[in-house]
């Protein structure tokens, strides 16, 4: 009788031990994922994943003069024509003209800081150094990214034009929701469409919404008056907890 009670009471125990090691361990589950990085690639193989175009810094009712186009494209020759891009193209007839592309993800920590690494990649036919109205094509056109909770979008001004509701900064200066990462000219001496990447070099962080959701947007911010095109090839996003 005795050592069934003994036999009891031990198993009693590692049940016990085991419920509070399982405890342990799912704690230190859940932890580690909420300080994992979300890693959030667009390789553009298939379609555009989810994302959408945008313009600002123009009049309204002015669109077809601004001649703003956006597709689902492939890289121009001599680039691999088999690799998907966005294409996304306007003529800068203000002198300020931003064009942009936005996707929501999600699967986030809610209202949670993240440190945000962004990574851009493109095509470009504009040599540096090169000349222009208002402005060189290649380093007058200023490559930016950012994330924010808000839903980025244009909105009319006092003015009818259409401005960004979100801190984008202005050309070549960045602002609270968007980061310069680098200028379209293509890195080279040739007009040849060249792929070039662009990182962000300083700190940038944003805060998830309730929901967990964030929203991420590229764009370019001229001050070259005429056309862009530009091909957005890959983009990367790391969002870290802070």
């Given amino acids: ?14 049940v016990w ?33 989810g994302w959408a175009e945008g313009f600002a810094d123009y009049p309204v009712d002015s669109d077809s003069f601004y001649e703003k186009s956006f597709e689902y494209s492939t890289l121009p020759e001599p680039l691999d024509q088999n690799t998907g891009a966005l294409k996304i193209s306007g003529n ?15 699967g986030l920590e809610p209202n949670t800081i993240y440190r945000v690494e962004m990574t851009v990649e493109f095509a470009s036919d504009v040599p540096d150094g090169t000349p222009g109205v208002g ?22 001004d006092e003015d009818n034009w259409y401005r960004m509701n979100i801190d ?15 200028d379209f000219s293509n890195d080279t001496d040739t007009n040849e ?21 964030v929203w991420l947007i590229v764009g370019s911010d001229s001050g070259f008056e005429a056309t862009t095109t530009i091909y957005y ?3 990367e996003f790391v969002l870290t907890p802070a």
């Fill in 135 to 156: 402005g060189s094509p290649g380093e007058s056109v200023y490559i930016k990214a950012g994330a924010t909770a808000q839903e980025p979008a244009p909105v009319i």
């Fill in 233 to 235: 090839n890959r983009f």
């Fill in 17 to 49: 031990i085991w419920f509070v090691l399982a405890g342990l361990l799912a704690s230190c589950t859940n932890e580690e994922q909420k300080t994992m990085p979300a890693n959030f690639i667009f390789n553009f193989n298939a379609d555009v994943e």
């Fill in 1 to 14: 009788m005795q050592k069934e009670k003994v036999k009891y009471v031990l198993t009693k125990k590692i």
């Fill in 168 to 182: 984008k900064g202005n050309q070549s200066q960045g602002g609270e929701d968007m980061q310069v990462l680098g």
């Fill in 92 to 106: 800068n007839h203000s002198d300020d003209l931003f064009m942009f592309v936005k996707r929501k993800v999600t």
């Fill in 193 to 213: 469409y060249t792929l070039k990447t662009v990182s962000n070099n300083d700190s940038f962080s944003v805060t998830s919404d309730e929901n967990g959701e």
